[in-house]
């Protein structure tokens, strides 16, 4: 396991989000599903995080290799740990989306598929990124991933402005029109792109306003003076109905013209 320069650090804190990430790990293993494998592939993990679905990935790939990449090191930091028994098998590359090319991956490009779950919104030029991708797969290869999509969070957002915030993230949730067209122009076909409602519901007051506080909220929390931050989670928490985040995700498959 080999890791290369890794971009400026982010705000993510690895071990918190490895955590509280329930809903994000579920959701990767339905997705990841959806990949054709004969388990001796190379894939790249575009955005591992820390590294719950790559080791779902990489239980898929007996005979394969994974790239898992991500632009946070606190993030690669907690996902190396966890993928320590995979040494031989996964390569840790900490490199930002929109920078990412066939010389980031070196050997490993083109690699056969790249998978990416809960990562691309955070990527708010999906022109960029998906050209990019097209860099690194093989032609004929697989893009299977999920996103925010268009009215993803809306009553987090709400909450939000009724607080006299705008924006609490710099995300973009793309139509599955726009995401449609957007691949074909980066050289992808075969593609679907349809989005499904995941409404989260959270046991306690205590678990939303954490997950809030850590994923969803996380680059407006940071702006603000310590001492402000878990009362403002806690306000937006209380605004929700039913302890519950109106999740919506944007699905992706598609494959490199080749
Ligand atoms: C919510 S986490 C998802 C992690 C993992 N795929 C999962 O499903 O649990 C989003 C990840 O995207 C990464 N990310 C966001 N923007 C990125 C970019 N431009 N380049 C690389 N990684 C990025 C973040 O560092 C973070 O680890």
């Given at each position: 396991m080999s890791s290369e320069s890794v971009a400026p650090a982010s705000d993510w804190d690895g071990a918190r989000y490895d955590r509280l990430a329930d809903p994000q790990a579920r959701w990767g293993d339905t997705v990841l599903e959806r990949l054709q494998l004969a388990g001796d592939e190379t894939v790249l993990d575009?955005?591992?995080?820390?590294?719950r679905v790559t080791e779902q990935l990489l239980e898929r790939l007996p005979n394969g290799r994974v790239i898992a990449l991500d632009a946070s090191r606190s993030m690669l930091e907690t996902a190396r740990r966890r993928l320590e028994r995979w040494q031989e098998r996964v390569r840790l590359v900490g490199v930002d989306l929109l920078d990412l090319g066939p010389s980031t991956l070196g050997d490993d490009a083109p690699v056969d598929a790249a998978l990416s779950t809960?990562?691309?919104?955070?990527?708010?030029d999906h022109d960029r990124l998906f050209a990019n991708l097209a860099t690194v797969i093989r032609p004929g290869g697989q893009l299977v991933a999920q996103c925010g999509a268009e009215g993803n969070i809306e009553s987090v957002v709400r909450a939000v402005r009724a607080l006299g915030v705008e924006r609490a993230g710099t995300w973009l949730y793309a139509s599955t029109e726009e995401t449609s067209e957007r691949l074909r122009r980066a050289g992808f076909v075969e593609t679907r792109v349809w989005t499904n409602p995941e409404p989260t519901p959270f046991p306690s007051d205590a678990d939303l306003t954490d997950f809030l506080e850590a994923v969803c909220l996380r680059e407006h929390i940071a702006t603000l003076p310590p001492a402000e931050r878990r009362p403002f989670s806690e306000r937006v928490a209380a605004a929700l109905p039913g302890r519950t985040i109106d999740y919506v995700r944007l699905n992706i498959i598609a494959r490199r013209a080749g």
């Open positions: 575009a955005g591992c995080g820390s590294g809960a990562t691309f919104h955070w990527v708010t």
